[in-house]
């Protein structure tokens, strides 16, 4: 935790150790994108984790029948179709794919890249990890030089449904897609993240924050921002890496899931607090919080 950043509440570390060991890892990633990487290995479960993480934004159901879309489009082998396709291939596969902004020619667009950074490197991980600096604090460096290789390989970074699916993590945003594909690929096989890319340190990863764990890690003193962006996502992390140093992100997963459960309302509900494993940690449930109000 930074030194100017927030106190965390006592027995916030107990409790999320707690929360963490009643997790049912597996069956969460049954209704988590990451559930679909899962049912592939090697190349083509890396590439489906990009995929996965690139569509990841709505509502779980709808984002994971996009991704199934796409892999239906690509007879479910999208490493194997991007090491062998032209531009346009995807686009006259799936003519009428729509996924809210994204359109069939971003996804070609992006398979285009991957397929490219993959011929260059030898593999996605190899691309990622040369982009890795001995000095580098977290994952942010690493990722800024990946993204603008898949931009540059892409040849349709003007499209603005291009930029949005390669978000860059130069304009110092919160990135939370790219994070969460990092945490799939370098946490070690739990039931739910990947373990594919050993070469990326556990330590280096970096919190990814949506609009439900924004709120949360607020709830919970990880922070004291605002805004959701890199810093908040930052200033989360340095939190929890007091809490275990070399694996900050085991309590990602746990937490996000309690806004995708709805086992938490951003504000007191005793019908849902009364079961929750965070009760007496959290802004709405401590002490002059939100229960007493």
Same mark, same amino acid.
């Given at each position: ?124 991980? $190899? ?14 460096? $690493? ?151």
């Amino acid at each position: 935790m930074t030194a100017s950043g927030p106190a965390m509440a006592p027995g916030l570390a107990d409790a999320l150790w707690r929360l963490d060991a009643d997790f049912d890892r597996a069956a969460a990633a049954e209704k988590d994108p990451v559930g679909i990487a899962r049912r592939f290995t090697g190349a083509e479960q890396v590439v489906v984790a990009h995929l996965c993480a690139m569509l990841a934004y709505g509502s779980v159901g709808l984002i994971r029948r996009a991704i199934e879309a796409v892999l239906d489009a690509v007879d479910g082998a999208p490493a194997a179709f991007a090491a062998d396709m032209r531009p346009g291939d995807f686009v006259r596969r799936a003519p009428g794919f729509v996924y809210r902004m994204t359109r069939a020619e971003d996804v070609d667009a992006v398979f285009v890249a991957m397929g490219q950074a993959r011929r260059q490197f030898g593999s996605l991980e $190899a691309a990622f990890v040369d982009g890795v600096g001995a000095n580098d604090a977290d994952v942010r460096p $690493a990722l800024e030089r990946y993204v603008a290789t898949l931009r540059a390989a892409s040849g349709a970074v003007e499209r603005r449904g291009v930029r949005y699916l390669l978000a860059d993590p130069a304009t110092g945003s919160a990135t939370k897609r790219w994070h969460l594909l990092l945490r799939w690929l370098a946490r070690p096989d739990d039931g739910a993240d990947l373990g594919c890319w050993p070469r990326v340190s556990t330590s280096q990863l970096v919190m990814p924050l949506d609009t439900h764990t924004s709120f949360l890690v607020r709830a919970l003193g990880l922070t004291d921002r605002a805004t959701v962006d890199y810093r908040m996502a930052r200033q989360a992390t340095d939190a929890l890496a007091a809490i275990c140093a070399d694996d900050p992100l085991r309590f990602d997963m746990p937490l996000c899931h309690l806004g995708i459960e709805r086992a938490c309302m951003h504000r007191y509900d005793e019908a849902v607090c009364g079961r929750c494993g965070l009760r007496g940690v959290c802004r709405w449930t401590a002490p002059g919080g939100g229960a007493s109000a």
